[in-house]
């Protein structure tokens, strides 16, 4: 009887010493693989900063090009009214 119960024994470790041989094969796949999804989130947060800061910079160009064009059509308006009086 101690025999059957040491072989089931020994099958239950062989059994429990196979699965962590594996939980710690997929935990090493899923640490490499957190790795490179961190490298791409670093890469995509850096290519966000460089999108926003090219969209404020074409908002900031587009704010000066609005104000040149009001001054422009504001001397064009002035020199309007000198033509008339003349």
Do not use: F, H, P, W
Request: avoid cysteine; proline fraction near 0%.
């Amino acid at each position: 009887m101690s025999e059957n119960l040491l072989d089931r024994l020994e099958g239950y470790v062989d059994e429990v010493s196979s699965r962590v041989q594996n939980l710690e094969g997929e935990n090493a796949e899923l640490k490499s693989r957190i790795d490179e999804l961190q490298g791409e989130l670093e890469e995509l947060r850096r290519e966000s900063l460089a999108k926003g800061q090219d969209i404020e910079n074409l908002r900031n160009e587009r704010l000066e090009l609005r104000s040149r064009v009001k001054r422009i059509r504001e001397n064009i308006t002035t020199l309007e009214g000198k033509e008339l009086t003349l």
